[in-house]
């Protein structure tokens, strides 16, 4: 028996799973394949939120601990502090992120088939047929080297960032205010390394632009001077391919349409694709929506007026790829040009207040008071 839906959606995390919520609670019929076995298997990304991200999407605090300012540290280990008033990073529990997202989809309508991997379809005239199921639209939301783009002939993500992390029991020696980063071509090259205090974790990683390759044991002997590296306990080791190309150009057809990592939504700079994959995850699922059952425009050229075009930061990515040697990182890192540069990056637009992180008070004492008790 054929089961029919309005969307199928390939690919169950942070775009497959937005997209499938906001599609249920506008009425559609909605299923989700996934590869992985169950919501939040198999994490392949550290998970840092920006502000906007957890604002605009009321995540749960519970599954999150803000970081509130970033360590950068030259080759040379000199360090430059950058935070910006009200500003902050979230770092997560990502498969529990993921696993609440799945219930929140769920409990929206959406029916969630894990453990089914999208392989090939076929799109007519009214829609998308697969195996065993029919959809009116179906929605690539698989990832950076999505099988829905390539089976479906839609553009496909060229140029990578390679990233590995190990997520280790809570280290000492690192100020849990700060997202520590370090700029080191040697380990890094095109990218950095970091190290992420997180929820009771914490998080060593770093990329490099493909094909060069991060190199782990060379981080870790950086961090030597940190704490004692032989301590470390694994839990988890994750590795994944981060697209740095920008959105692609041919996001669909009339009945098919890519999204998120898919459509390479990614910052080329940051890396950073959380939040666009969240933001228009629930776009697609409007646009899909509005077409389906109100004549709105096609989903497919909205998205794409809509996409981010990441037109500096493709150039200053192409820089980047060339990994600027140390000697030239350690000269520039700390001038102030790069510094409002780095401020920018990590803060967007926001300037730093200038007054040093140690000396802002988070809340405010109340102020004294001298009360008179009248007696009777
Ligand atoms: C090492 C690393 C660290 C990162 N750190 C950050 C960070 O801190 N902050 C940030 O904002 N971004 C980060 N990113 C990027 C971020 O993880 C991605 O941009 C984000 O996960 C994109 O979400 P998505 O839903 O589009 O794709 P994905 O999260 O990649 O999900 C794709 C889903 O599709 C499924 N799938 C794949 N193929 C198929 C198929 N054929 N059929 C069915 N299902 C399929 C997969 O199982 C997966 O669940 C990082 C990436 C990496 C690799």
New binding site residues.
């Given amino acids: 028996m054929i089961r029919k839906f309005d969307l199928v959606i390939?690919?169950?995390?942070?775009?497959?799973?937005a997209c499938a919520r906001t599609a249920a609670l506008r009425g559609l019929k909605v299923a989700v394949?996934?590869?992985?076995k169950e919501p939040g298997a198999?994490i392949?990304?550290?998970?840092?939120?920006?502000k906007e991200?957890s604002d605009d999407f009321d995540l749960p605090a519970r599954l999150m601990r803000k970081v509130r300012g970033v360590r950068l540290y030259a080759p040379d280990d000199r360090a430059l502090d950058l935070h910006a008033p009200g500003y902050f990073f979230q770092a997560t529990d990502t498969a529990g992120v993921l696993r609440w997202m799945a219930e929140e989809a769920e409990r929206a309508g959406a029916e969630l088939m894990y453990g089914?991997?999208?392989?090939n379809a076929l799109e007519y005239d009214g829609g998308v047929s697969l195996p065993g199921l029919h959809a009116r639209f179906l929605i690539g939301?698989?990832?950076?080297?999505?099988?829905?783009a390539e089976h479906f002939g839609l553009s496909r993500n060229r140029r990578f960032?390679t990233?590995?992390?190990i997520e280790c029991e809570e280290l000492g020696g690192f100020d849990q205010r700060f997202l520590h980063c370090f700029a080191d071509s040697a380990i890094a090259p095109g990218y950095i390394a970091w190290v992420v205090p997180g929820l009771g974790v914490t998080q060593i990683?770093l990329?490099a632009s493909k094909p060069r390759k991060p190199d782990l044991s060379g981080l870790l002997r950086r961090l030597k001077a940190f704490c004692d590296v032989r301590r470390i306990k694994v839990i988890e080791r994750?590795?994944?391919?981060?697209?740095s190309g920008g959105t692609l150009g041919n996001l669909g057809t009339r009945r098919v349409m890519l999204?998120?990592?898919?459509a390479g939504?990614?910052s080329p700079m940051?890396?950073?694709?959380?939040?666009?994959?969240l933001h228009f995850?629930r776009r697609a699922a409007q646009l899909a929506s509005d077409w389906l059952d109100d004549r709105g425009p096609h989903p497919v050229a909205a998205l794409k007026r809509e996409a981010p075009r990441y037109g500096a930061k493709l150039a200053m990515r192409r820089m980047l790829d060339m990994a600027p040697s140390n000697l030239l990182i350690n000269t520039l890192l700390m001038t102030a040009p790069m510094r409002t540069l780095a401020q920018r990056l990590y803060f967007h637009t926001r300037a730093s207040d200038g007054i040093p992180f140690e000396d802002r008070a988070v809340e405010q004492e109340p102020p004294k008071q001298t009360v008179t008790l009248h007696l009777i």
């Fill in positions: 390939a690919g169950g995390s942070f775009a497959g799973l394949l996934d590869a992985k198999r392949r990304t550290t998970g840092i939120v920006v991200a089914m991997r999208f392989e939301a698989d990832g950076a080297r999505s099988r829905v960032l990233g590995l992390e990683g990329a994750r590795s994944g391919l981060i697209p999204v998120g990592d898919a939504m990614v940051t890396g950073g694709g959380i939040h666009t994959a995850g």
